[in-house]
């Protein structure tokens, strides 16, 4: 693979002031990515569930509108999506709870302008943020994430022999990137609880995402509603490095060639939980995805899809399978919900673990 104009950026860089943050390295390759390109579905570098199947988006539309009709039907009300692709879940979603008389205004918070091109022509109302501090503060939030928080760049640390020391990029003799413990000491940035640890031990934590959980988490105590995070990760914390890359629907070394690949992480979804608890959101359960559309209805709509185009019959069921297989996005891919204090618990959340 050809390594682009970023790869020549980082080597001057490392060159003439030494190593690298990972977290840097990573941040600044995904803001290129996604700011060049329109990465996902079949002809791009990855499929999101979205694309998959209009069943997830309709499920997450009637997820929603449960919540906002047991919630009291409150005015205004204002879909938000974080990072929505193509806009594929806004428009199934929204076309989901428009059948309850269900018309929230769609609010996408999008920095990539060739996306929001894509996005204007599956949601053409759609208003547009860069971030969530634009959205309105008044009325409830009905907030999505799906597969957002996982390309929020991530600091590594790694424990050594003379204590905790971040993950840097730094360059071989023969000038490709590679991995090397920092100088500075972060003991500090490790939670006391996970200080002690075996030499060689890598915890990950991402910034970013906490940034965002605080800040989603503060709008639904102010504001009200309720929230959906659905990502790849683990419900509880854990070691090692996540780290990955694909490229046209392959995984490749994520320092080969950075700006050209899509970097990710998995999330850490009790971290996540903590963080949004300690705003005093109300924390509804994490569970697998494959779980929680089951416990929606997948296996029934996908049958009444069936059997409304019975020549499709086989392309449903295999995506159904695609988006609830233990072996597929069943079990890696997991979903987080969050309520304001006075909302109620949305449904496929009963085990709360």
């Known amino acids: 693979m050809e390594e682009g104009v970023l790869s020549d950026t980082f080597r001057r860089l490392i060159r003439a002031t030494g190593p690298i943050s990972l977290m840097q390295f990573m941040g600044e390759s995904n803001a290129r990515y996604y700011s060049a390109r329109d990465p996902f579905g079949d002809h791009g570098d990855f499929i999101t569930a979205p ?22 039907r409150l005015e205004p009300v204002h879909y938000v999506e974080l990072g929505p692709g193509r806009g594929y879940l806004a428009r199934d979603a929204l076309r989901s709870m428009k059948r309850y008389g269900f018309e929230p205004r769609p609010h996408l918070v999008e920095g990539s302008t060739r996306l929001r091109d894509a996005q204007l022509e599956q949601v053409p109302h759609a208003i547009f943020h860069h971030d969530l501090s634009t959205v309105p503060r008044q009325g409830p939030l009905l907030l999505v994430a799906n597969e957002f928080l996982d390309a929020l760049p991530v600091r590594q640390l790694v424990m050594t022999q003379d204590g905790w020391r971040e993950v840097m990029v730094s360059l071989d003799v023969e000038g490709n990137f590679e991995l090397v413990r920092g100088r500075q000491p972060m003991d500090s940035a490790v939670p006391e609880a996970r200080r002690k640890a075996e030499f060689g031990t890598v915890i990950e934590t991402c910034p970013g995402a906490a940034a965002t959980m605080f800040e989603a988490a503060g709008r639904l105590v102010s504001q009200g509603g309720a929230a959906l995070f659905i990502d790849y990760g683990h419900i509880a914390s854990r070691t090692g490095s996540t780290l990955q890359a694909v490229r046209r629907h392959r995984k490749l070394d994520p320092l080969k060639a950075p700006g050209e690949a899509d970097l990710t992480a998995h999330v850490d979804f009790e971290q996540m939980k903590q963080i949004a608890l300690s705003r005093g959101a109300r924390w509804s359960g994490t569970t697998t995805q494959g779980a929680w559309l089951k416990a929606l209805g997948i296996d029934q709509r996908a049958d009444a899809l069936a059997e409304f185009a019975p020549q499709h019959r086989a392309s449903l069921l295999s995506a159904r399978d695609r988006l609830v297989d233990p072996a597929q996005m069943g079990d890696l891919f997991k979903v987080m919900a969050l309520a304001g204090p006075d909302w109620p618990d949305g449904v496929g959340f009963t085990a709360k673990g």
């Not at 069943?55 to 009291?72: C, K, N, P, Q, S």
């Open 51 to 72: 694309e998959i199947s209009q069943m997830f988006g309709e499920l997450i539309g009637l997820w929603l509108a449960d919540v906002w009709i047991r919630g009291g």
